[in-house]
């Protein structure tokens, strides 16, 4: 029979830690982010009440001094006996924070002793590995969220960065500061999309919106900048996706190729070499994910995994509305709007801890409809006004025509770091792809698998 684990504490540390928070007047400044009350384990000494106490007179601008805690705690002799010799112990400043840092690790270290426990408890009775996994994820993951603070970096340090990233900046002439999304009039209003930002790309259904972020993602892994791109489809299975890619990079009618008898000769020609260079210069670089349905915590996990492993430089997800957010429990939230900022939240923080931007597509709610010009408004993306607060930048696709042959307006709402605006972009209906074109709509620079 295996022995019982003990929870990992240490008295001393914890009796160091509240010495100093009554014999230093400013030491809370230092110990109140890092360390919570249920983080005390000594319970025999009252350490949990005790620092409970602190933390009250800290916050309420008050000293923090023995008779002020025994107040707070209650009146009695034992206790009070107890802050009287913690007054009398020898803690530097030093020391104190020191000590801080053990009960810090100590408390995570029994948090993820719980969290084994439950998640052991979970897959005793759920026969759904999956779903026990993805519990435990979440769980895992609050439970890193809670614990990961960064400390404020000071303006000197700030200097040196951004005059090392401006330095680089000044010796690419011309170049993007962000990612390109290979359409020209976009960069130039975003400057492409920049490392850690959130972008929503939202419009009402059939506007256009998985074809100008699947037109994107072709530009980013296919043309001259070779990058790689994970796209997680909810909507659009794998085997669709990279139909659409041949029919965008063979020039070839998306419904025509769902029926290739009827395909002439040179189209046909254009489809095989369009699927071997498809696949040929893809390789690794064009990721693409449809599980149905997925969690925040799944695609975090995914993401970062891949990140790992090859190296990302855009995600995309189509579309958000339709992904799970979980609670800290693992569970599904049920309130929409909940669930939609959740899903915010987490976006947002992925391609913060990632580096990368983070396309996220998003439906829009039926208000737009309703009026006469039909322009969206940030007031239209449904269910959350998360999304617009996450969000770096928000873009509308709108006002697409019915012919084959159009230009699309492309809406830039939010932009935190620049301008907002409108940008036109070519689009080709048949063939599901958006292009760089000219006021009259003609397309200015052929997409490399053109037919010759």
């Not at 190296?311 to 669930?339: N, P, S, V």
Request: glycine letters at 6%; a negative charge.
């Amino acid at each position: 029979m295996s022995k019982e684990l003990e929870f990992p504490h240490s008295e001393t540390a914890e009796r160091a830690v509240l010495a100093c928070l009554l014999q230093h007047d400013r030491a809370m400044d230092e110990v109140s982010p890092l360390l919570i009350p249920d983080d005390f384990y000594v319970g025999s000494r009252h350490h949990h009440e005790i620092y409970k106490a602190m933390q009250t007179l800290y916050n309420a601008g008050e000293m923090i001094t023995a008779a002020a805690v025994e107040r707070l705690v209650g009146h009695d002799d034992t206790l009070f006996s107890y802050l009287m010799r913690l007054c009398e112990d020898s803690v530097r400043y030093d020391d104190g924070l020191y000590h801080a840092r053990i009960v810090e690790a100590d408390a995570l270290r029994r948090k993820l002793m719980r969290h084994g426990g439950e998640t052991a408890q979970d897959a005793a009775s759920d026969p759904d590995a999956k779903a026990v996994l993805e519990r435990a994820e979440a769980r895992l993951f609050a439970l890193g969220k809670a614990s990961g603070t960064d400390d404020p970096v000071a303006v000197a340090d700030l200097a040196i960065d951004y005059q090392e990233r401006y330095s680089i900046l000044e010796t690419h002439t011309g170049e993007l500061a962000g990612l390109s999304t290979g359409f020209d009039a976009l960069n130039f209003e975003t400057g492409g999309f920049q490392e850690a930002d959130l972008i929503i790309l939202a419009g009402r259904p059939s506007t256009g919106k998985s074809s100008l972020a699947l037109s994107i993602a072709s530009n980013v892994v296919y043309d001259t900048q070779d990058g790689r791109v994970a796209l997680f489809t909810l909507e659009t299975s794998k085997r669709e996706v990279f139909g659409r890619l041949v029919s965008m990079h063979a020039h070839v009618d998306g419904k025509r190729l769902r029926t290739p008898w009827v395909l002439h000769e040179n189209e046909k020609t254009r489809v095989r070499l369009a699927m071997r260079d498809l696949g040929e210069r893809g390789r690794d670089r064009l990721l693409v994910d449809d599980t149905q349905a997925i969690s925040t915590t799944e695609l975090r996990s995914k993401a970062r995994r891949l990140q790992a492993k090859y190296g990302l430089d855009l995600i995309i997800i189509d579309y958000l509305q339709m992904m799970h957010g979980l609670d800290a429990d693992g569970k599904r939230i049920k309130e929409r709007y909940r669930e939609i900022g959740e899903i915010s939240h987490s976006l947002k923080a992925l391609a913060k801890e990632l580096d990368i931007p983070v396309l996220a597509l998003a439906q829009l709610n039926r208000d737009v409809e309703s009026r006469a010009d039909k322009v969206p408004l940030l007031s239209d993306l449904r269910e959350s006004g998360d999304l617009e607060q996450d969000a770096d930048i928000v873009m509308f696709t709108y006002a697409q025509a019915e012919s084959t042959l159009s230009k699309v307006t492309v809406i830039i709402a939010k932009h935190r770091n620049g301008p907002v605006g409108e940008v036109s972009l070519g689009f080709c209906k048949s063939e599901t792809r958006f292009f760089n074109c000219d006021e009259a709509g003609l397309e200015v620079r052929l997409p490399y698998a053109d037919a010759s």
